[in-house]
């Protein structure tokens, strides 16, 4: 799933999706224009265009793809 998806979410979808984005990125000190700033941002896309419309549920599933993607990376 890639950025370019955004352009199939309508103004609220958009909204809603910048709105948790901005969020987690404030929580965690991540820029949103970092390569991990932009994988929220993709994750949340997708999540969006699935049918997910809830912010707190979009933040959660946000919250939990990122934690798991941490593990996933190799270690230094």
């Known amino acids: 799933m890639s950025l ?13 999706v910048t709105k948790v984005v901005s969020k987690w990125c ?10 991990l ?3 929220v941002m993709a994750a949340a896309i997708e999540r969006v265009l699935a ?6 549920i979009l933040g959660e599933a946000i ?3 990122m ?3 941490h593990y ?5």
Request: overall charge positive.
């Open 4 to 16: 370019s998806n955004a352009q199939a979410l309508n103004p609220n979808e958009l909204k809603l």
């Open 26 to 35: 404030h929580k965690y000190h991540v820029s949103p224009n970092s390569d």
């Open 37 to 39: 700033g932009k994988a």
């Open 51 to 56: 049918g997910e419309h809830s912010a707190v």
């Open 63 to 65: 919250r939990s793809h």
């Open 67 to 69: 934690a798991i993607r």
């Open 72 to 76: 996933q990376q190799p270690w230094e």
